[in-house]
């Protein structure tokens, strides 16, 4: 793990935390001679650089790939599916040998995708799912995991198995609805806690329990902040107690968090749940404003894309007998029933989700060399 980290880490020195990724960081040194990358060309299409992990994804892949003598072509499309359509398209025309695509919009980039696949340019859906038959091959972390984590978070924290007749009221902010994670993680999470909320343990005083009326457009921390202003101002202004915010991600929860510092007058603690361990979250996490933040380890992630654009490239058949075989040193899954596009069901390697508190931030973060510590306590990433 910490050794991956270091040579995770040589590019953060390069690359700077963001501000140097250009939106089009183009062509980069010529291939290392001998490196199974040799004359060969990776197109990276990142979403966004406005959402934190985003860099660090793009600077994780671009890394990687370079170190196996790949050349790369690394693009972020500001949140525009236009845009990432057009960032692919100019990928296709200059001819890459394959395609690491993190989906804006999992439906949007249908036309993109077939032109790949008519250039035979194999596809790694990265992340989020590309709602396309021609994806070659799937790679993110377990994502209905991701929700049932937090789920069983909110139901051991608040011990509902022995709640008697004591009631609990919870909110619920979700992902952006182009997003096809937004709905494993939040029937993740509803699967856990629905059987509470049956049982009256657990109510929700806006009503808003449906995807459609909880899901945050782009994962957007403004939109959350002031769905959550409205929903205290409706809801909690006459002294009624909020104990459950739940958010999927970690930029929806900070929005949550400011909604809560400045509009809800209730004394008690509210549980808050997050994702991805976005710098400012984990800064909360430690002041205790925010509860948990599920952490998925996305330099592994690049490790197993790696490897498998390298597996596709040399033609090998990639199934959990490959994955064995590679000995990542992280667990990491392969999954042919859970992930359909269309019609069809796209292969996937599915990497473990973790779940980080204040309590143990140190321990998952900084000596696993992900994140360091600095002397005001707080957690910053290593890249
Ligand atoms: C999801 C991703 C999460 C979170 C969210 C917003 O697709 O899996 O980690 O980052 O997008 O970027």
Known sequence: MKKQLAV???IATVVGMFGSVSAFAGETEAATEGASGAGKKIGISMPTQSLERWNRDGSYLDEQFKKAGYATEVTYSDNDSGRQVSDIQNMIADKVDLLVIAAIDGEA???VVDEAADANIPVIAYDRLIKNDNDTYYVSFDNYTVGTLQGKFIVDTLDLDNAGDKTYNMEITAGDPADNNATFFYKGAMDVLQ??????TLKVPSGQTDFD??????????KALSRMQNILGSYYADGT???????SNDSTALGVT?????????????LI???DGDEANLKNLMDGLQTMTVYKAVANEAVVTLDLAQAILNGETVDQSWIDGRKFGFDCTFDDKSYTAVDKVIPSLLLVPDVVTKDNAVEKLVDTGYYTRDSDGYLHPAQ
């Open 195 to 200: 059987p509470y909320l049956d049982k009256g």
């Open 213 to 222: 009326s909880v899901a945050t457009a782009q994962w957007d921390t403004q």
């Open 8 to 10: 995770a880490l040589s």
């Open 241 to 247: 107690q909020l104990d459950v915010a739940l958010c």
């Open 273 to 275: 749940t997050g994702q």
């Open 109 to 111: 980039l249908n036309t």
């Open 258 to 270: 400011q909604a809560i510092q400045s509009d809800y007058a209730g004394k008690n603690s509210v």
